[in-house]
């Protein structure tokens, strides 16, 4: 990502916390959070007005299923919600009205009495705060879309959320290991006159044990060479028969990135 890409993100969070606990101006803090959703890769829809849901956020889940949210953002000049300031009989109506399977409420912090009930109500609590630090850690490290959904539906604790995070950067580790190794191996001449430059999973292990702390797994291994799999193309279905020996050539990584690039434009 680029300086100022990550100094947009930057403002986003800051602009996510600060409006928070501006209560002036509680418009201010729906538009913060219908951002930062959307930065977090999601569909939104924008509701706000008096009695109204702030936004509805639609979840992939499938290519044939869709999970609807119903998001509820709520200021406070103190910066804790309480009980007072949430009604869920009426969380549950805009639940309704927009045809969504769960809520999210967002604040700059909540009370116990408003953390039981959304408990009980299953509601799903996140903060101004985490929000923010979402989105920066999105912009570093992507969640998956399953992931995303489990932040926002189940209202994971910070534990919970931080071995989410930990795996998603474990990810991108694996993905940049193995895609720097192979294009390591398909650029040495000693490896090309002796392996023609293609690494099955055990060679990119050998490889790479030594990189991290704690090795990748050949399971690891296969997860990151299905993601950088091309997609079809005349060059790479030349190559079918190499794929079916379980070894591995490559497009170069600048090539590979335009690809996944690809993915992240606008349809």
Known sequence: MTDTGQRSFGSLATEVVQAATDSADYQRFERAVAAALN?????????????????VIELWQSPTDRQRVAVEAKTDGAGLVTDQDVKFWRLGE??????AQSTLL?????????TQEAAREKVALITARELADAVMRHS???????EIAAMVTAGEDAEALALTWR???????ALS??????????????????????????????EAKGALETPLDSSEIEEALT????????????????????????????VCGRWLLSLNRPA
């Open 39 to 55: 930065a977090l890769g999601v569909d939104v829809e924008t509701h706000g007005g008096p009695k109204k849901t702030d936004v």
């Open 94 to 99: 805009h639940r309704e009205r927009h045809m």
């Open 106 to 114: 967002v604040g700059p912090q909540f009370d116990a009495r408003v």
């Open 140 to 146: 570093r490290t992507p969640l998956s879309p399953r």
């Open 167 to 173: 795996a998603a950067e474990r990810r991108q580790e």
């Open 177 to 206: 290991l193995v895609l720097h190794t192979l294009w390591k191996s398909g650029n040495d001449p000693v490896d090309i006159r002796y392996t023609t430059g293609v690494l099955g999973v055990s060679d990119i292990w050998r």
């Open 227 to 254: 993601f950088l799999g091309p997609p079809s193309s005349p060059e790479w279905n030349g190559r079918a028969a190499t794929m079916s020996s379980r070894r591995h050539p490559l497009w170069p990584p600048p």
